[in-house]
């Protein structure tokens, strides 16, 4: 493992007891950081932290319901009275919402996806780049995704909360560009998480099968590329979008 230097910054991961997120902290601690999670499930969030063993001392947790003001202001402020301070924001909790074409996804379900995917990273953004911008410094990184790019059939819904979360980055990069904070965004190929099981089988094989390296990529890949974005040292690159996909991205 390649070293970054994260050391005595303060990181918050959205999406954190689980998955990419979870990879992330881990990643994020081994690199002398403090993480602080965020998570609408309490129990994994205990169990995270348990997980994640000698250097839970350096690890807190925040239940939060991400698509709602109140909750996420107050799970900021907690976070940032943690350790005085927030440097980091990975916003990377999502949902997909399940499959299906778009004129038969239920109106109800496509909200949801576009509140957790699209809303929740505008609402943490919102509480958290104040306190970034009245210090100078922060890095912003927010996980998108390749159908963001390409839009992949069946995913109406989370196709266009991820193309949205591009946008979302570009702006605000554009509004902070002289102000210390960075803004970025990856755009991974599917990884063998949780979220795979609320996708059918056929579109988790239709997007296999998009791979150029015919594997899923690995939570660990994306956690080594989003901590160098996390980092002091990405210093010159704001509103870039990070393709992690094996080959499958065309642009």
């Keep these: 493992m390649n070293s970054i230097d994260l050391k005595d910054r303060v ?3 959205t999406g954190g007891a689980r998955g990419i997120g979870f990879a992330m902290a881990a990643r994020f601690l081994n690199s002398g950081a403090s993480v602080i999670l965020w998570d609408i499930d309490a129990v994994r969030l205990q169990q995270a932290r348990a997980e994640l063993g000698s250097t839970a001392d350096r690890v807190a947790i925040q239940t939060v319901e991400l698509t709602d003001e109140n909750s996420v202001g107050v799970a900021a402020r907690a976070s940032i009275a943690f350790q005085g301070r927030v ?3 990975v916003n990377n909790a999502g949902i997909t919402g399940g499959n299906g074409k778009t004129w038969e996804l239920d109106p109800v379900m496509w909200r949801r996806v576009i509140e957790v995917n699209l809303v929740a990273p505008y609402l943490t953004c919102r509480a958290l780049v104040p306190h970034m911008v009245e210090r100078h410094y922060g890095r912003i990184v927010n996980i998108a995704s390749i159908a963001g790019k390409e839009g992949n ?6 196709s266009a909360s991820k193309a949205g979360l591009i946008g979302l980055t ?7 560009a002289t102000s210390g904070v960075a803004v970025n ?16 089988a056929e579109h ?11 594997r899923f990529v690995e939570v660990s890949e ?3 590329m989003v901590a160098w974005l996390a980092s002091e040292d990405c210093s010159f690159t704001t509103g870039a979008v990070f393709d992690i996909s094996g080959g499958r991205a065309t642009y």
């Design 11 to 13: 990181a918050v991961i």
């Design 87 to 89: 440097d980091i924001l």
């Design 153 to 158: 059939p069946n995913a109406s819904h989370y």
């Design 170 to 176: 570009k702006s605000l990069a554009k509004e902070l």
């Design 185 to 200: 965004c990856v755009t991974p190929a599917v990884a063998k998480t949780e979220i795979v099981h609320q996708m059918t």
């Design 204 to 214: 988790i094989q239709y997007m296999l099968a998009k791979i150029p390296m015919q």
């Design 222 to 224: 994306i956690a080594a």
